[in-house]
């Protein structure tokens, strides 16, 4: 089966301007999970989305951060007004099963945000 | 909270080499362990998975056992290739909407 896709696979923004990640799975999977990895370190969850709405988030996914799927397909991650600490590679994953969350998940390829 | 700790790296070996990667873990639970690899400038590949104690992962030639006693999830590889330089992820997921736990990753570097 196929991995999510994501756009767009380079971003650069300035310091405070709002950026949007988009993701686009499989339709008919439930569970939907964002990660960031700054360069050179682990990989940190962000949230994750079950049945088009937010199941889980981390202490890093504060009030700058929100999710949404707003059409049923593409599955966004927004940033309202980005910082210099927020430059990373950002990876959408889907849980391994359509209906389930196993805990397999099979990531995208990434967004690597720049911010000036 | 949930935690993974692996070896530090980076790890340099010869080819043809065996390769042990060291993880330990602390969950509450009974959760689900995985390594993952990722390639220079590429995404997290899953490479091997198990989801219960004494249940062995294996892909490519690395395989994990689960060892429930001493909460671990050692990667091994009995000889390793050039193209197996990557760095290595350890996570554990407690299942449905849980985030992977994530350790710091082990760079290996395969030497011809």
């Known amino acids: 089966e196929p991995e999510v896709t994501q756009t767009p696979s380079h971003q650069v923004t300035q310091m405070g301007q709002e950026v949007i990640l988009r993701c686009v799975p499989i339709?008919?999977?439930?569970?939907f999970y964002w990660y960031r990895q700054i360069l050179g370190q682990k990989v940190e969850f962000l949230v994750s989305f079950y049945n088009n709405e937010i199941s889980e988030k981390s202490e890093i996914f504060d009030d700058q951060f929100s999710v949404e799927r707003p059409d049923g397909s593409n599955f966004t991650l927004k940033i309202r007004s980005t910082k210099l600490e927020d430059s990373a590679m950002y990876f959408c994953?889907?849980?391994?099963?359509?209906?389930?969350?196993?805990?397999?998940?099979?990531f995208g390829p990434g967004t690597r945000l720049t911010v000036t | 909270g949930d935690s993974v700790t692996q070896m530090e790296g980076p790890v340099t070996l010869s080819e043809e080499a065996f390769l042990t990667i060291n993880c330990t873990y602390t969950?509450?639970?009974?959760?689900?362990l995985f390594w993952y690899v990722q390639y220079p400038g590429e995404g997290l590949q899953l490479l091997l998975k198990?989801?219960?104690?004494?249940d062995k992962g294996s892909n490519k030639g690395f395989e994990a056992t689960y060892r429930k006693e001493t909460t671990s999830f050692h990667l091994e590889k009995g000889s390793v290739q050039v193209s197996d330089s990557a760095v290595y992820f350890c996570?554990?997921?407690?299942?449905?909407?849980?985030?992977?736990?994530f350790g710091k990753g082990t760079h290996l570097i395969i030497q011809p």
């Open positions: 198990a989801t219960k104690a004494d």
């Open positions: 969950a509450t639970g009974y959760p689900s």
């Open positions: 994953a889907r849980d391994f099963r359509p209906g389930q969350g196993t805990g397999e998940q099979y």
């Open positions: 339709s008919n999977h439930l569970y």
């Open positions: 996570a554990l997921s407690g299942g449905g909407a849980d985030g992977l736990t």
